[in-house]
């Protein structure tokens, strides 16, 4: 099993353009998860999927799209990047929607994107 | 408000010492789990402990382990027998029920452990 994958690992962009980024998981999960992390300020949840067919907004989804494919694949969008979506983007996902004691969300490896 | 709080950013140990990392939280949902993540300078976030709120006594992995106090809203990853691979950044998480599962990250903090 891979786990969680993102594609691609590393991105420059532009002001200005738009990009996908990938994410897909193979452990049957129900819910996905994209996240941003910023030097100090920890993981910072932009949208997430409970389950299939469901997406909902985070702490910081401006200027952010998601799109929940199917049960395996959850995408992000970014329409028009800006210098301060600059930051290291994860995807995770876990079993459950609800809670499940030590039902955890695992984590791609992550995409480094730059917007200049 | 912030929902959990690691005010050491960064910390050193020696080789086979133990070290404590701390963690309080902020919830009023009687129900609520929490976890520690490692980072290592590869990037990849990798799950190491959970606490849930109702569990009686302190969770424990192999090295790791969760000082969970309660009252004091703490939630303390003790890491025993430091090694060099335990070098990362840790991070404190916390899921509530009130808040649809989400998790809540903390900013983190960095161990090195020296030789």
């Known amino acids: 099993n891979a786990g969680v994958t993102q594609t691609p690992k590393f991105q420059v962009l532009k002001t200005g353009q738009s990009m996908t980024l990938q994410c897909a998981q193979d452990?049957?999960?129900?819910?996905m998860y994209w996240y941003r992390q910023d030097p100090g300020m920890g993981l910072r949840l932009i949208y997430y999927?409970?389950?299939?067919?469901?997406?909902d907004k985070g702490e910081v989804p401006n200027g952010y799209n998601v799109s929940r494919l199917n049960k395996r694949e959850f995408s992000l969008r970014l329409e028009s990047a800006a210098p301060s979506q600059t930051s290291v983007y994860f995807c995770?996902?876990?079993?459950?929607?609800?809670?499940?004691?030590?039902?955890?969300?695992?984590f791609g490896p992550g995409t480094r994107l730059t917007v200049l | 408000a912030q929902k959990i709080t690691q005010t050491q950013p960064g910390m050193f140990v020696q080789e086979k010492e133990a070290v404590t990392l701390d963690c309080t939280y902020d919830?009023?949902?009687?129900?609520?789990?929490l976890f520690w993540y490692k980072q290592p300078s590869s990037g990849e976030m990798i799950f190491l402990i959970y606490?849930?709120?109702?569990?009686?006594q302190n969770a424990t992995e192999g090295r790791y382990s969760l000082n969970f106090q309660k009252a004091r809203k703490s939630a303390n990853l003790v890491i025993s027998a430091s090694q060099l691979g335990d070098s990362a950044m840790y991070f404190c998480?916390?899921?509530?029920?009130?808040?649809?599962?989400?998790?809540?990250f903390g900013a983190g903090t960095t161990v090195t452990v020296r030789a």
């Open positions: 995770a996902s876990k079993l459950l929607a609800g809670e499940s004691g030590t039902d955890t969300q695992y």
């Open positions: 452990m049957n999960h129900n819910s």
């Open positions: 999927s409970a389950s299939e067919g469901t997406t």
């Open positions: 919830t009023s949902d009687p129900s609520y789990g």
């Open positions: 606490q849930g709120s109702y569990d009686q």
């Open positions: 998480a916390m899921r509530e029920s009130t808040n649809d599962y989400k998790l809540s």
